[in-house]
């Protein structure tokens, strides 16, 4: 509140101040030295709280959420957060979010559904969520919205389907190919592309057989090398026989696959290999789906969904269970139909 102001009478009569607010002059006029002072505080009271609702709008706490939240994602989960985080700012961004009721965003979550996949869904509401509930914890609104709110059922849920026979067989016959080695090695491994792309020599232990899986790459302005986000992460899995013959006799002692220069791999050098191995090929199916081909063989050997966990890197035993359950459900479609032939 500003501090009482002097006043003069003007040649009209009417009593008048001259305050500085912001670096600029601004007259406040009356019939009396109060009813000039009841203006001031009214201006300054509409003053501080267009300061106040301009720090509560959506788009205000949103900014003010990733910047404390960024720093904590994976680089993975940046790149699913920021496109959620738009959309959510342009749908609610200049409301006070004290205003935004569960509602609205039901009827937002349900007009972004159509022809959306779950997952996309459910990462958009999953975002609207944490923004409102830093919200609620910062004291700028008194309940979260979005916790009523759920995702609409029957949704289309994106699997990434494992490759078929014909396709295995097809990545195993093309090893000999440029960049050949790499789909072969997350078949016979699992490894995910990044970290496979983090494999070196030192990885390799031809003695005991084993393959040690450390790190992985991700990409940030340029390829960075990262720890596990989970213990489960760091692992070893068997170094098969068929993936030791392909590899080098001589293992090298810097990346497996690298730059003319040892560098990492960047992402784009890094697609146009697979693209090209892809064209001369025939492999359509992309490397996560060969990882998923590693799963399936897991099944179909017989190793049972703990271990399969451990090799797979899973953190959680429902994930394996998932890749599981689907791969059984096919396995039993495939002897129905050979059972309708023999019965």
Same mark, same amino acid.
């Given at each position: ?33 109060k ?14 709280q267009?300061? #106040? ?76 969520r ?32 494992a490759?078929?026979?014909?396709? #295995? ?33 030192a990885?390799?232990?031809r ?33 098969? &026989? ?9 293992? &090298? ?42 799963a399936?063989?897991l ?5 049972? &969904? ?8 899973h ?29």
């Open positions: 509140m500003p501090k009482y102001p002097s006043y003069y009478i003007r040649p009209d009569g009417l009593h008048e101040t001259i305050l500085r607010i912001n670096g600029k002059r601004k007259a406040f006029r009356g019939k009396t030295d009813e000039v002072w009841e203006k001031v505080k009214a201006f300054d009271r509409a003053q501080l267009a300061e #106040i609702d301009a720090e509560t709008t959506f788009s205000r706490i949103a900014e003010q959420w990733w910047d404390e939240a960024e720093p904590k994602l994976e680089p993975n989960s940046v790149k699913n957060y920021k496109p959620a985080l738009r959309r959510a700012v342009e749908e609610f961004g200049a409301r006070q979010v004290g205003s935004i009721t569960a509602k609205e965003i039901d009827a937002f979550i349900r007009d972004f559904a159509a022809a959306r996949a779950r997952k996309t869904v459910a990462m958009q509401l999953q975002v609207i944490q923004i409102l509930r830093w919200a609620e914890l910062q004291g700028k609104t008194n309940y979260n919205p979005a916790q009523a709110v759920r995702v609409p059922r029957n949704l289309p849920q994106t699997r990434r389907e490759p078929d026979k014909d396709q #295995i067989a097809k990545i195993k016959a093309s090893t000999n190919l440029p960049f050949g080695l790499f789909p072969a090695l997350i078949y016979y491994t699992g490894c995910r592309r990044g970290e496979a792309q983090a494999l070196t020599g990885d390799i232990d003695k005991a057989m084993r393959v040690h899986i450390r790190r992985s790459v991700y990409y940030d302005h340029g390829a960075k090398i990262k720890e596990p986000k989970t213990a489960a992460g760091v692992r070893e899995v068997p170094l098969l &026989p068929a993936l030791d013959a392909l590899l080098p006799k001589k293992l &090298p002692q810097g990346y497996l696959f690298a730059e003319p220069d040892g560098s990492l791999l960047t992402d784009g050098d890094f697609r146009k290999l697979y693209k090209a191995y892809c064209a001369a090929s025939g492999v359509t199916v992309s490397l996560h789906q060969i990882r998923h081909g590693y399936t063989a099944f179909e050997a017989g190793v049972d &969904p703990k271990t399969a966990q451990k090799l797979l890197g953190a959680k035993l429902s994930t394996t269970m998932d890749i599981y359950t689907h791969v059984y459900g096919d396995a039993i479609a495939a002897a129905a139909e050979k059972m309708k032939k023999s019965f």
